[in-house]
């Protein structure tokens, strides 16, 4: 017995259209919420040496900076820890009518403040060229 005799039997369809309007909304909202940003960076190359280390030269000015924060110039220990007796310690050490660079050693435990405080005694007492020595590792 077959009773479906009188209906004709409709082939089955994928409506395609909704499914795509349904894409296109999820893709403007994706990209109205991405946030398109560019990282700039600046690329540096460092110059390299093969030369061996220099030994020390008259034109500079030798800072070492202990573990306690205690300061020397040429190797002569300045009384505070104060910038203004640091400054008066590098005009001191200076000689006349030259440009000598200030080269800090600074102790691997010692205060940054006090490396930064012999920064800015070298700056106040007009001597601009600011280095950093630093010990080869082994």
Known sequence: MDFRRGRHREELEINLIPMIDLLLVIIIF?????TYSRFSGLEINLPTSDASATPDQPNEINVAVTANGDVMVNRAPVGSHDVVAIVE????????GKSPVVVINADAKSNFQAVV??????????LPSVSFA???TK
């Open 30 to 34: 994706l990209m109205l919420t991405t």
């Open 89 to 96: 310690a590098l005009r001191r050490a200076t000689p006349e």
């Open 117 to 126: 405080d012999v920064m800015q005694a070298s700056q106040k007492a007009g």
């Open 134 to 136: 630093t010990q080869a």
